[in-house]
């Protein structure tokens, strides 16, 4: 079974800091995806990576930075935290040419 | 851009009843998949079903089956027998079938389905 797990399930973080988000998947996928979830308006892409170093921004980047060293790692960032950026966290991966995503299990981050 | 709507916030359906769920698209490509994920309570989300655009019949997988409507932009699921693990989230997805456009998915906002006993 394909496997995709993140750093944290629930997080809390006060105004400016610096936070650090991360995905492992162990299949081997090309493709990683950082999407945040809110009420009412689905998943929202915020950056994916189709290769190791090379990323790409999503819908709403803003606010948001990513890094993939190692293939099946990808960590989301978000250089100074506001109170906005409260939400659920989804990574996801997939085979580059396959349409199935895999999720994680998600990251709650409260950001007071 | 494309977009999904999702015009369901909430449904509740009871046990061994059918529900039907709606979605519909916009987008001005022809070659695109569409898919309906489930995201139970407190657990990871996960494939229900998938349609490719290109396909006329309908996708089914076991309870679950969908009425892709191309022409009307309509991808609706139908839960049959509903059972009381079927209560979760579903989200409608798009995907455009363009290989450089990297496999994004683009989500509704979600419908969320309350079976009862």
């Known amino acids: 079974d394909v496997k995709v797990t993140q750093s944290s399930r629930y997080l809390v973080k006060r105004t400016g800091e610096k936070v650090f988000l991360e995905c492992v998947q162990d299949m081997d996928h090309e493709n990683m995806f950082w999407y945040r979830q809110d009420p009412g308006l689905g998943l929202r892409l915020i950056y994916f990576s189709y290769d190791v170093k090379m990323k790409e921004k999503g819908d709403i980047p803003e606010g948001y930075s990513v890094s993939r060293e190692k293939k099946e790692r990808f960590s989301l960032i978000l250089e100074s935290a506001s109170t906005n950026q409260t939400s659920m966290y989804l990574c996801?991966?997939?085979?580059?040419?396959?349409?199935?995503?895999?999720f994680g299990p998600g990251t709650r981050l409260l950001v007071l | 851009a494309q977009t999904v709507t999702q015009s369901q916030p909430e449904m509740s359906v009871q046990e061994a009843e059918t529900v039907t769920l709606s979605c519909t698209y916009d987008?001005?490509?022809?070659?695109?998949?569409l898919f309906w994920y489930k995201q139970p309570p407190s657990r990871q989300m996960i494939l229900v079903i998938r349609q490719e655009a290109y396909k006329q019949q309908n996708a089914t997988e076991n309870r679950f089956s969908v009425n892709f409507q191309k022409a009307a932009k309509s991808f609706s699921l139908k839960i049959s027998d509903s059972q009381l693990g079927d209560t979760a989230m579903y989200f409608c997805?798009?995907?455009?079938?363009?290989?450089?456009?990297?496999?994004?998915?683009?989500f509704g906002g979600g419908t969320r389905v309350l079976v009862k006993p």
């Open positions: 997805a798009f995907m455009w079938a363009f290989k450089a456009a990297g496999n994004k998915l683009t």
């Open positions: 987008t001005s490509e022809s070659n695109y998949y």
């Open positions: 996801a991966s997939s085979f580059v040419r396959g349409e199935t995503q895999y």
